[in-house]
């Protein structure tokens, strides 16, 4: 006990010591973001940050994601391979959360899609927006008003890797059609972004609720 | 003392607590939690660290804003990953908490529980 609290204590005094003497003006890549932002078509930072200027750190961050699944699946013991994760579905949801998983969905796929969408210009993005749509899946999951898909489901595999394969192949393409490896054309960049960000968020959308729902617990149906 | 210092230097705190617990707390579970606030805690600074770098018209410096958003859902997936591992030990083994008087090896009698 006594070891932990010695241990922790020159950590967190570092630490705000660090926080109390940041420097004034501080270091920052904000000038050049801007200044290369009007490139990009986009006028939200961060998604440029994103999509653009850092694009291929998120896109083998998407493939964690994927990583992450694979080794959740990987947990299955032989006989559930290819079945469905999750415990059967009970005859009778749950009232309460079978109101809420109900009455909430309709509003949040709208609200996952347009802050998705508005990601270009405003605040939010293809994380943001996938991470609500994942919720509104994950409570119609936990009311057990819908069933996880099989892991053996083609549509399943290929809504999970649809992000990063799609953002690779545009990298990939930027080799012929503009500068280089992750390279937008000139002009057609914004369209090319929002076109990478529709399938980031389809397969954040995904991704979350399958690593919730853990690893496959019943027989494939045959 | 302006909020964003207040922030920052909660985000220290959460740092220490989260390492205080991870070194500490036996049980897996826990430790993924006290992991967790770490985790926390340096989003908490990056997002500190992101606003004091203010400048050309941005409220906040984009780049490390960015990074928090790819950081929390690895963090998400690497959290969710470790409670997988968890439960699948649990159904293996049925206990998930270390013996904290096991010696090196495995057991003499081959019995795990």
Redesign the interface.
Known sequence: MLLGFRSLRPVTLALAGVVLSLPDPAPTLAPEAAQNLPGTGLGNPITAVLIAFRSFDTMLEKVVLVLAVVGVWSLAPDRYWGGAPGAPRAARPESTLAFLAQLLPPFGILIGIHIFWVGADEPGGAFQGGAILAAMWMITMMARLTEAPPVSSIWLRLALIAGPAVFLATGVAGVAMASGFFAYPAGFAKPLILFIEVFMTLSIAVTLPMLVAGPPRRLPRR | MSAA?LA??I???L???G??GL??NPQPLRKILAFNLIGS?VFL?FG??AR???????V????P???V??G???A???S??AI??V??LFQETGRVTPRPDASAGPPANGADT
């Open positions: 210092t920052g230097l985000g220290a705190a740092v220490g607590l390492l205080y070194i500490t805690g600074l500190i660290i004091k770098g203010a400048a050309a018209g941005f906040a410096d984009p780049v804003q960015a990074m958003i790819t929390i859902v690895v998400f997936s690497a969710a990953l997988a591992l439960l699948r």
